[in-house]
């Protein structure tokens, strides 16, 4: 008898051109992975790989918005990998959407499951990045895994985004902006050419999101560009902000 089974809800993102399955319980597809699929840039026939894809929102509002776009899926969690299979056939995706129920840090896993070295032409990743050493964590078990990032996770993930990308391939990722630092630091061995786009909830507020793209060893000095305001003075949707979350549109970080 299976215990893993999740009572989920079925949602409506990107203005409706996106549905997803996910739990009524633990974490919920939020901004940050609408955000991280907006600042991908990518081309028909070529392979983007999702890491710690949940069930999928990125990766497949990548796919939806590229055409003839290969995209894998990878995530630890075997009930969330099954909800991101669903969405993929829900969204009529699933012809070349590929699903990996995987630990994103073993690279030889990865290998073993088709992922060779130097395989991808992009990577795109919403890693746990809250400190779990200094911030109150969530009882819930799927939402605290979503959420909770361990001492040097990050330069682990970006060692596997490295590993699986091809030369010149590109890695883009979404981080707090307070630590945009530890960002910066970990892609300081592989990648280069680093462009950033801060997040803002708000005029008067400090970002709270940076969206940073990087090239496996590329060149070129650090770019940042004008940040996404989301709501304006008095808490409604900027229209720079609806245009991404539910018009679909993408951000200027995806330009080269």
Not at 138 to 157: I, K, N
Not at 201 to 215: F, G, Q, S
Request: charged share 20%; aromatic share 2%.
């Amino acid at each position: 008898m299976r215990t893993d089974v999740l009572e989920t809800s079925e949602d409506a993102v990107l203005g409706g051109r996106l549905r997803l399955r996910q739990p009524l319980a633990g974490h919920r597809v939020g901004h940050d992975a609408i955000l991280l699929a907006a600042a991908t840039a990518a081309r028909a026939d070529e392979h983007a790989i999702d890491l710690g894809a949940g069930v999928g929102a990125a990766g497949l509002a990548l796919a939806a918005r590229v055409a003839g776009l290969k995209v894998t899926l990878v995530e630890i969690d075997a009930a969330l990998c099954r909800l991101a299979a669903d969405n993929a056939r829900l969204n009529r995706l699933d012809d070349r959407v590929d699903v990996l129920t995987l630990d994103v840090e073993n690279t030889q896993a990865l290998a073993a499951a088709g992922l060779a070295p130097g395989s991808a032409d992009r990577v795109l990743m919403n890693p746990p990045f809250h400190d779990a050493t200094r911030q109150n964590l969530s009882p819930d078990p799927r939402r605290r895994l979503a959420h909770a990032a361990a001492p040097g996770l990050l330069r682990r993930w970006v060692a596997s985004a490295a590993h699986l990308l091809k030369p010149q391939g590109v890695l883009t990722l979404i981080w707090r902006a307070d630590a945009l630092a530890e960002v910066q630091s970990a892609l300081t061995a592989e990648f280069g050419g680093v462009a950033v786009l801060p997040v803002y909830p708000r005029p008067d507020a400090p970002a709270i999101r940076v969206l940073v793209r990087a090239v496996k060893s590329g060149g070129g000095a650090p770019v940042t560009y004008p940040g996404l305001i989301l709501n304006d003075q008095h808490g409604k949707p900027t229209a720079a902000a609806e245009a991404v979350l539910r018009g679909g549109g993408t951000l200027r970080i995806t330009e080269t």
